[in-house]
Nanobody, 124 residues
Framework: QVQLVESGGELVQAGGSLRLSCAAS????????MGWFRQAPGKEREFVAA????????YYVDFVKGRFTISKDNAKNTVYLQMNSLKPEDTAVYYC?????????????????WGQGTQVTVSS
């Protein structure tokens, strides 16, 4: 049984930093792309960042470029999202997702497995 478990979300002041973690079990995802999405109240879930399988290439949505960094530790089957210079508009539930494709994709439809989400709240 595949499980993705996120952690690290909390309340932080604007300008602060957080590091989210996503621990995967039940399957090794080192060859597959992993991504982070977020969903704010009343809005659709949106793509934030992704990291490729073997390539380790990364891709970010424009509004987090330069502030967020996605990385992974294949030995731990864990992916991270380092978030710096946080803004109130970054407030959302952040979801980790695992694809069955090796290449980066921004579409929710390409991700087969999802975590339960972790709440990030940025106060102004």
């Amino acid at each position: 049984q595949v499980q993705l478990v996120e952690s690290g979300g909390e309340l932080v002041q604007a300008g602060g930093s957080l590091r989210l973690s996503c621990a995967a079990s039940g399957r090794t995802f080192s060859r597959y792309a992993m991504g982070w999405f977020r969903q704010a109240p009343g809005k659709e879930r949106e793509f934030v960042a992704a990291i490729g399988g073997s390539s380790g290439r990364t891709y970010y949505v424009d509004f987090v470029k330069g502030r967020f960094t996605i990385s992974k530790d294949n030995a731990k089957n864990t992916v991270y999202l380092q978030m710096n210079s946080l803004k109130p508009e970054d407030t959302a539930v952040y979801y980790c997702a695992a694809s069955l494709l090796p290449v980066i994709t921004t579409s929710r439809l390409d991700y087969a497995y999802w975590g339960q989400g972790t709440q990030v709240t940025v106060s102004s």
